[in-house]
């Protein structure tokens, strides 16, 4: 079996200019390019060209028309890297059906808890089928056991099992959803993003254009990132089919596993474009730079992006230093920044500058809401730096705004408020979660916190309580609730959090510590971390709280997480188990 | 040797490359017929490091909860005992494995299936 190729032979190249994923493909379809699957250790183990992409498709469309699946209704499938999530997802686009990609189980032992996320997604969602790997179809049957509105639901055996009936396509039009795109909200109110056939056209279209990638032929994109996550659908799923590039995969478990495979991907089949968050460059230099293949050569790949959680120049930095005897050219750094709620991208760094940073005063940051530059850049107590994210996408518009809803000028820090045609109509079937961040004339509220510096945007934090690990959202209810859940303590004496390390983010839960005793103390404190591993699957540090203090509410009487923050950085409460008190970050 | 994720036929026949490019399983040490003092053994040789206070680690511990094991390390050694015992254990067992024993068990099992 050979790779793919990176050109097609006959058919030129349209960039963006689609009006629906169903014309997508079908253009694609008549070249050569495709997507092609590779293990762990770096065997292609399948490829698909878009043609075959395409007529797979077609056969699962008219299956699930067939089935009596009624026009709009919603199709869960989970996104782990397999021929089968292709399948569906288009299948699904040509059938006129909404898809829901969901995640695959996180970690040992977190069975109850993808379970739960499951059972929440499907009623959430209102899907009338959910289809997976067929190692999943238990856990499918169990979420689905109490919702008779799934009607069919399996590994993808029962899609395959379903006839294949003489009926007309019915293809999603301009004016549709694309599907719904789980990344926002705590699992347990999860927020389904309508991802529009409009909106992400718009969004691609920018994406791949003169302010963004800037796609030509003969590029190639290669992916270990997850397609249940915006950036592995849009970014690299859809974002090369629209340009009928060449993708290859490789699952993201695999990554974790070998992450030199990524790179040795790129080097073999002359990858032009990959992505990462920070933490898989960080991992890649980790595991990878101390055995370099001698013949890897990265000299090919020009588009380097980052983005889905904090971007970190030291992490970049040691990245390129590393691989730059390889052939890597740090120049091809472009950091961006999105949500889901925009489809994916919103900015991207100007091609072929690389990663540029900001240093500014840690304590102007904190007390007066202004980025000042650092007086000594050096002084790693004071300074901080901060990565530029580009200019907004042609034909969007961006705001940072004050706590009045005043307009600020740069180095003025405030909230990031994004308005364009690649903003989400609202989250599905969540009028009042949609209001919360979407105003009527059109703003979405990101609930990110940023500044503006000569036109481009820096992001310096999050204004909303989300805690963001290894590029994974998790909300700090959800951290809450599993420790409650599991009666380690009682209901509300526990507030989740994230500091900033520098490297990365660290998760903290403070607790209301009702025991006394060094030794009963320490226990807590490992069991409250045991609660948050085996339900969570992210690692935290405990900090224990004397009940006469509590935990700060707000004048509202409900938890401030910021307070808490708060008063763990300025040393209020204790870390058991160790001498000193916590260090601020 | 991983089983085969899906009811893919590319992915079943691509998969048996696999086994012949597997320059990890010929440098096996372990025996071929491992037993479950020989699996257990080898899991808490990976999670000696994270013994949390005197409790000595053993079949009944719960790997997330009583060790200082992070989640990272966690996904570490699965990998490494599924390179170590030569399978590939399904993310719906992983989901549902909370002690050594559990652990063991759901190697040697699938040991047994090959």
């Known amino acids: 079996m050979d790779p793919l190729p990176s050109r097609n032979s006959n058919l030129p190249q349209r960039r963006a200019d689609f009006a629906t994923v169903p014309e997508i493909l079908d253009y694609a379809a008549q070249g050569q390019t495709g997507i092609s699957f590779y293990s762990a250790r770096g065997e292609l183990l399948s490829a698909l060209a878009w043609r075959e992409v ?31 999530f292709f399948d569906t997802f288009f299948g699904a686009q040509y059938a006129g059906l909404i898809p829901v990609p969901v995640s695959i189980p996180v970690g040992i ?111 190639r994109a290669a992916s270990w990132l997850p397609l249940y996550h915006d950036m592995g659908l849009i970014g690299f799923l859809m974002a090369p089919l629209i340009c009928q590039l060449s993708i290859d995969y490789l699952t993201p478990r695999d990554f974790a596993r070998r992450p030199m495979q990524w790179l040795n991907i790129i080097s073999r089949n002359r990858g032009t474009i990959s992505y990462s968050p920070s933490f898989g460059y960080d991992l890649s230099t980790r595991r990878g730079a101390a055995q370099v293949p001698a013949d890897l050569d990265l000299s090919c790949w020009r588009r380097a992006g980052i983005g889905g959680d904090m971007i970190r120049p030291e992490v970049l930095s040691r990245f390129a230093d590393a691989f730059e005897p390889s052939g890597f050219d740090r120049k091809a750094f472009i950091p961006s920044y999105g949500m ?47 990565v530029l994210c580009g200019r907004v996408l042609p034909g969007h518009l961006l705001e940072v705004r004050g706590p009045d809803g005043e307009l600020l000028a740069d180095r003025g820090v405030g909230r990031i408020f994004v308005k364009g045609p690649s903003v989400m109509p609202g ?22 916190l ?35 859940a599991r009666r380690v303590v009682k209901s509300g004496d526990v507030a989740a959090f994230s500091i900033d390390t520098g490297a990365g983010e660290r998760v903290v839960v403070a607790v209301l510590a009702r025991v006394s005793g060094e030794e009963a103390r320490v226990a807590l404190a490992r069991e409250v971390a045991g609660a948050v591993r085996e339900a969570i699957a992210v690692d935290c540090d405990v900090a224990l709280v004397p009940p006469p203090t509590g935990l700060p509410m707000t004048s509202s009487g409900k938890l401030s997480r910021a307070r808490t923050k708060a008063n763990y950085l300025a040393g209020l409460y204790a870390v058991p188990g160790s001498p000193s008190k916590p260090v601020a970050a | ?40 053994r080898e899991i808490c040789r990976h999670l000696a490091p994270y013994q949390a206070g005197e409790r000595p680690i053993g079949g009944a511990t719960v790997i997330a909860k009583d060790l200082t094991i992070d989640s990272l390390a ?39 299936k090959r």
């Open chain 1, 54 to 84: 395409r007529e797979r498709a077609h056969v699962t469309a008219r299956k699930l028309i067939g089935a009596g699946f009624a026009m709009g209704e919603r199709l869960l499938v989970t996104a782990d890297t397999w021929p089968g």
């Open chain 1, 109 to 219: 032992g977190g069975k109850d808890s993808y379970l739960d996320q499951l059972r929440r997604q499907l009623a959430s969602s209102g899907a009338v089928a959910a289809v997976g790997i067929d190692d999943l179809a238990g856990f499918l049957a169990d979420a689905a056991k109490d919702l008779p509105a799934v009607r069919l639901h399996g590994g993808k055996g029962i899609l395959d099992a379903l006839p294949e009936k003489a009926v007309d396509l019915r293809p999603l039009g301009p004016g549709d959803l694309c599907y719904i795109q789980f990344s926002s909200g705590s699992t347990r109110h999860p927020h389904g993003v309508q991802i529009t056939q409009r909106a992400l056209m718009a969004n691609l279209a920018g994406m791949t254009g003169p302010a963004g990638l800037d796609v030509i032929p003969g590029d």
């Open chain 1, 340 to 386: 889901a709620e925009v489809c994916l991208a919103i900015t991207f760094s100007p091609k072929g500058a690389g990663v540029r940073t900001d240093i500014v005063d840690r304590i102007a940051l904190g007390s007066d809401q202004a980025a000042v530059p650092a007086a000594d850049p050096q002084d790693a107590q004071r300074a901080r730096s901060f």
């Open chain 1, 427 to 448: 989250y599905f079937g969540e009028p009042e979660a949609s209001r919360e961040v979407l105003s009527d004339d059109g703003w979405l509220d990101t609930g990110d």
């Open chain 1, 450 to 484: 940023g500044y503006w510096l000569a036109g481009e945007i820096v992001v310096t934090g999050r204004a909303k309580d989300l805690i963001i690990i290894n590029g994974r959202n998790v909300w700090p209810q959800d951290i809450e609730w599993a420790i409650e």
């Open chain 2, 1 to 40: 040797m991983p089983a085969p994720r899906t009811g893919e036929s590319l992915l079943r026949t691509a998969h048996q490359l696999i086994v012949e490019h597997d320059d990890i399983a010929s440098t096996l040490e372990l025996p071929r017929l491992a037993s479950r003092v020989d699996v257990i």
């Open chain 2, 74 to 112: 966690i996904m570490d050694m699965v990998m490494e005992l599924e390179d170590s015992f030569d399978v590939s254990i399904p993310m719906n067992l992983v989901a549902e494995i909370h002690t050594v024993d559990q652990l063991a068990d759901t190697i040697l099992d699938l040991r047994a």
